[in-house]
């Protein structure tokens, strides 16, 4: 199996998508303009405390407070806090915390209102972002993650990942760890460690030392809270920290800033992988080029068709996701309706597995397959289901099917359920029903270019239209594209777009900021 990754970089939202065999399994979209992010760290103020759940509200700067619940102060908490007191209580000299005291682990059965008060400045991280009504969930256990080692202050242990299976590795690697490691830092060594030499480990190990330094620096330094101490790095480069491996053929990109942020990324994990980073530079759009566009249509929605005309029914609810399989009007098996019945239900758990990862669906999953009579088929189903998960990085626990045919699966949830909107509305009527004649359109589209080139003196841009349209205007020898350079110049630029409806269009000037046409002409 080879996996890319396609980095499509727009100016108010970056979008990253994982293909395994050009098939689109995982989808992830942020606007840019969005600072919250599992792993950022801040200092937060106690807003309010909640005995009767063991818990506090703190304001991180987020609409909703975010929940820190006792638990998750960690062991260390009265460290940490005594640290971060000395620390803004000192604005000149910054304390070595290798000089610092470890106080004893916090008790396991203590009380919120024993160990904070409203109003007390604390370090926490975000461990869930927003979902639905609920604010972020923090915790003040803080970590800092890299490829080969997760980073713990006010911690002494060295700690391996179960993964790694060899016992003579998992001694050298805690022997390594400990001999280069910083006194009150603990590290848990990650599986993607095995086998790694000791200069790779040192140097990871120092690049997450530096940000705990910038990070306790700008707590000393902050004037206001809450204030962002710690910022994870781009989803980009975080999500291919977390799925990069060997397999991986290319990552394209189609920004320069990003793709020289992901490139140092990659060159400084495994220096001879550097040139499977590409700079795409084509004229199409980055997920048209690799036919995204057209899977995310097909892949989103309540009805996803995957084999022989079979289906799913996909509903989102607040506590649960529920799926009915359908076999629709697929040609039946040869064999009878147990046959039948099979093949859709594997052909489903194929479909269903890839779906999950795509949508990031969490929480309880409900899946209705169609039944069957036989015991050993439905071990059959479980057991595929259970194969095609494991390629999933989310915890996950699967039952086997009940008595009446469901297969339930947890699913840890992190960040909301990815969900888009496949349906179009119509841009140029907005639901009304009655638009202009179409055969109009393309005079439209001139008074429009018109305007641009000779009224705002516009003379470089691109306009995107729908396939079917571009393919009509870039007809013939004698094309309305052809004409349109003859009349207006060259600096026109027509770029068939699959993301949009049949009579929609948008401008772009030369540095890809989007012009928008209806404000410029309602001045005119």
Same mark, same amino acid.
């Given at each position: 199996?080879?996996?890319?990754?396609?980095?499509?970089?727009?100016?108010?939202?970056?979008?990253?998508?994982?293909?395994?065999?050009?098939?689109?399994?995982?989808?992830?979209?942020?606007?840019? +303009?969005?600072?919250?992010?599992?792993?950022?760290?801040?200092?937060?103020?106690?807003?309010?405390?909640?005995?009767?759940?063991?818990?506090?509200?703190?304001?991180?700067?987020?609409?909703?407070?975010?929940?820190?619940?006792?638990?998750?102060?960690?062991?260390?908490?009265?460290?940490?806090?005594?640290?971060?007191?000395?620390?803004?209580?000192?604005?000149?000299?910054?304390?070595?915390?290798?000089?610092?005291?470890?106080?004893?682990?916090?008790?396991?059965?203590?009380?919120?209102?024993?160990?904070?008060?409203?109003?007390?400045?604390?370090?926490?991280?975000?461990?869930?972002?927003?979902?639905?009504?609920?604010?972020?969930?923090?915790?003040?256990?803080?970590?800092?993650?890299?490829?080969?080692?997760?980073?713990?202050?006010?911690?002494?242990?060295?700690?391996?990942?179960?993964?790694?299976?060899?016992?003579?590795?998992?001694?050298?690697?805690?022997?390594?760890?400990?001999?280069?490691?910083?006194?009150?830092?603990?590290?848990?060594?990650?599986?993607?460690?095995?086998?790694?030499?000791?200069?790779?480990?040192?140097?990871?190990?120092?690049?997450?030392?530096?940000?705990?330094?910038?990070?306790?620096?700008?707590?000393?330094?902050?004037?206001?809270?809450?204030?962002?101490?710690?910022?994870?790095?781009?989803?980009?480069?975080?999500?291919?920290?977390?799925?990069?491996?060997?397999?991986?053929?290319?990552?394209?990109?189609?920004?320069?800033?990003?793709?020289?942020?992901?490139?140092?990324?990659?060159?400084?994990?495994?220096?001879?992988?550097?040139?499977?980073?590409?700079?795409?530079?084509?004229?199409?759009?980055?997920?048209?080029?690799?036919?995204?566009?057209?899977?995310?249509?097909?892949?989103?929605?309540?009805?996803?068709?995957?084999?022989?005309?079979?289906?799913?029914?996909?509903?989102?609810?607040?506590?649960?996701?529920?799926?009915?399989? +359908?076999?629709?009007?697929?040609?039946?098996?040869?064999?009878?309706?147990?046959?039948?019945?099979?093949?859709?239900?594997?052909?489903?758990?194929?479909?269903?597995?890839?779906?999950?990862?795509?949508?990031?669906?969490?929480?309880?999953?409900?899946?209705?397959?169609?039944?069957?009579?036989?015991?050993?088929?439905?071990?059959?189903?479980?057991?595929?289901?259970?194969?095609?998960?494991?390629?999933?990085?989310?915890?996950?626990?699967?039952?086997?099917?009940?008595?009446?045919?469901?297969?339930?699966?947890?699913?840890?949830?992190?960040?909301?359920?990815?969900?888009?909107?496949?349906?179009?509305?119509?841009?140029?009527?907005?639901?009304?029903?009655?638009?202009?004649?179409?055969?109009?359109?393309?005079?439209?589209?001139?008074?429009?270019?018109?305007?641009?080139?000779?009224?705002?003196?516009?003379?470089?841009?691109?306009?995107?239209?729908?396939?079917?349209?571009?393919?009509?205007?870039?007809?013939?020898?004698?094309?309305?594209?052809?004409?349109?350079?003859?009349?207006?110049?060259?600096?026109?630029?027509?770029?068939?777009?699959?993301?949009?409806?049949?009579?929609?269009?948008?401008?772009?000037?030369?540095?890809?900021?989007?012009?928008?046409?209806?404000?410029?002409?309602?001045?005119?």
């Amino acid at each position: 199996m080879t996996s890319e990754l396609v980095v499509d970089v727009q100016p108010k939202e970056v979008s990253i998508a994982l293909l395994e065999d050009k098939s689109l399994v995982e989808l992830q979209s942020e606007g840019r +303009n969005i600072s919250f992010s599992v792993g950022n760290m801040y200092l937060g103020r106690v807003k309010k405390l909640m005995p009767g759940l063991n818990a506090c509200f703190v304001d991180v700067g987020y609409e909703k407070d975010a929940f820190l619940h006792y638990l998750d102060l960690g062991p260390q908490f009265n460290s940490l806090e005594k640290y971060v007191k000395q620390t803004l209580s000192d604005k000149k000299k910054l304390a070595q915390i290798t000089k610092a005291t470890i106080l004893p682990d916090l008790d396991k059965d203590g009380s919120i209102s024993n160990v904070l008060k409203v109003g007390q400045e604390v370090v926490v991280q975000i461990v869930k972002e927003p979902i639905s009504t609920k604010g972020p969930r923090l915790t003040s256990e803080i970590s800092f993650a890299g490829r080969y080692l997760v980073l713990i202050p006010f911690n002494d242990k060295v700690s391996v990942s179960q993964k790694i299976k060899s016992s003579e590795e998992r001694a050298r690697l805690k022997q390594l760890l400990m001999s280069i490691k910083p006194k009150n830092f603990g590290v848990i060594v990650r599986t993607v460690a095995e086998g790694k030499r000791v200069a790779e480990l040192d140097g990871e190990l120092k690049i997450l030392l530096k940000h705990w330094e910038e990070s306790i620096t700008k707590v000393q330094k902050a004037t206001k809270y809450p204030t962002l101490i710690y910022e994870e790095t781009s989803r980009a480069v975080a999500l291919l920290r977390d799925l990069f491996n060997p397999s991986f053929e290319n990552i394209f990109v189609n920004n320069e800033a990003v793709y020289n942020e992901i490139r140092d990324y990659v060159a400084l994990i495994a220096p001879e992988r550097a040139n499977i980073v590409k700079l795409y530079k084509g004229q199409l759009t980055i997920f048209d080029n690799f036919g995204i566009t057209k899977q995310i249509k097909s892949s989103f929605g309540k009805t996803v068709s995957y084999k022989s005309g079979a289906y799913l029914i996909i509903e989102h609810t607040e506590a649960l996701h529920v799926v009915d399989v +359908n076999s629709g009007n697929r040609t039946k098996n040869a064999n009878g309706q147990e046959a039948n019945a099979l093949e859709v239900n594997l052909g489903a758990a194929d479909e269903l597995a890839r779906q999950f990862r795509l949508r990031d669906m969490g929480g309880i999953i409900v899946i209705d397959f169609i039944d069957m009579n036989e015991a050993e088929n439905r071990q059959k189903l479980y057991e595929r289901m259970c194969s095609n998960m494991q390629k999933d990085r989310a915890r996950h626990n699967i039952l086997p099917l009940s008595k009446f045919g469901l297969m339930q699966i947890t699913r840890q949830r992190v960040r909301p359920a990815m969900d888009v909107n496949t349906m179009e509305t119509c841009p140029t009527c907005f639901g009304k029903g009655t638009i202009k004649s179409s055969i109009l359109f393309t005079e439209s589209l001139e008074s429009k270019i018109d305007y641009l080139v000779n009224k705002l003196k516009v003379k470089r841009f691109s306009l995107h239209i729908h396939p079917y349209v571009a393919a009509y205007i870039n007809q013939g020898v004698l094309s309305l594209k052809r004409k349109w350079h003859v009349k207006y110049g060259f600096g026109i630029k027509i770029i068939p777009n699959q993301k949009l409806a049949f009579l929609e269009y948008i401008f772009y000037d030369s540095q890809g900021e989007e012009i928008d046409m209806k404000e410029e002409l309602e001045i005119k």
